[in-house]
Nanobody, 127 residues
Framework: QVQLVESGGGLVQAGGSLRLSCATS????????MGWFRQAPGKEREFVAA????????YYADSVKGRFTISRDNGKNTVYLQMNSLKPEDTAVYYC????????????????????WGQGTQVTVSS
């Protein structure tokens, strides 16, 4: 079992930046691949970014590529999402998620691949 707690959300103006953190506890953090997802009101949850266990591979949704950066610090048991050049359409509840391993390296974007989820943190971008 692993517990995930997100933080760092808030209200920011368009063009601004936020850094989300997801602190984990429980089993060894380095054994988990991690992902960030988001869900806006009235919309389905969508993939944002993912990172492999060793941080050797990162993946991004097209909508955030070039603006967001996922990273992890296995020594601090934490995964981060640096969000720059924020847009109003980035407004959502952001969730981090963990899995021992993706069934396939091409499945990183599937929410169903992940076994553990945090409670979410709200990000609101004003225009």
């Amino acid at each position: 079992q692993v517990q995930l707690v997100e933080s760092g959300g808030g209200l920011v103006q368009a063009g601004g930046s936020l850094r989300l953190s997801c602190a984990t506890s429980g089993r060894t953090f380095s054994r988990y691949a991690m992902g960030w997802f988001r869900q806006a009101p009235g919309k389905e949850r969508e993939f944002v970014a993912a990172i492999s266990r060793s941080a050797g591979r990162t993946y991004y949704a097209d909508s955030v590529k070039g603006r967001f950066t996922i990273s992890r610090d296995n020594g601090k048991n934490t995964v981060y999402l640096q969000m720059n050049s924020l847009k109003p359409e980035d407004t959502a509840v952001y969730y981090c998620a963990a899995v021992d391993a993706w069934a396939s390296s091409s499945y990183y974007y599937r929410g169903t691949e992940y076994d553990y989820w945090g409670q979410g943190t709200q990000v609101t971008v004003s225009s």
